[in-house]
């Protein structure tokens, strides 16, 4: 039987953990290349309505640049009480060289008045695959809640203030398998994965 050829994809970052839980969850049937590839790519501004728009634009022009297939993705946190805000702005919710820290400080603020039982909140991250035939994308959430203060030590951006009750604990008082586990990112990965499997990519 005639070995079937590694297909080649580039995901569209340079964020070290987002290559590594990647290459953990497709093992090497895929040969992986990153931004750190294509160093001279224009920057992509992300100015669409929505995180699957923004994660179609960054894998478009990524695309378009290497001529190669082209995967990426966007995460939003979404606050109920605060209609879907920060949503596409989490990154840039206090300004916009804002730290997580200055983001998480902002989101409790204006949420200072709101009560336990309307405090819910779900992150959710597209993934969007193009290449020169197709492109598709998929989804993946979690519910949780969010606390009042900061709580944990790990993760990053709003995972202290991010509490899961499954676990009884907030996103940042998990360590990372189980968080990919459960995460946003992880099951829009799983997701992905999924379907490369059924477009026999894998
Ligand atoms: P990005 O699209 O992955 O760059 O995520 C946009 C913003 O969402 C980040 O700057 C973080 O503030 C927030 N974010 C994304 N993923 C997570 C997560 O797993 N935990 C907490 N915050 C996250």
Redesign the pocket.
Known sequence: MMKKKAKIIVLATHNRDKIREFREKIGNSLQLKTLDDYPDLPEVSEDGNSIRENAYLKARAVHAFSGLPAIA?????EVDALNGAPGIY??RFAGENAS?RD?VLLLLERMNNIPQEQRSAC?RTSIAYVDNQESWDVEGRVEGRILQEAKGEG?????PV?FYEPLQKT?SELDLKEKNRI???GKALDAFIHTLKIKKYL
Do not use: K, M
């Open positions: 993705d966007d995460t939003g946190l989490s990154s997580y983001n992150f993760g990053f951006g709003y995972d991010f996103f995460s946003h990112r």
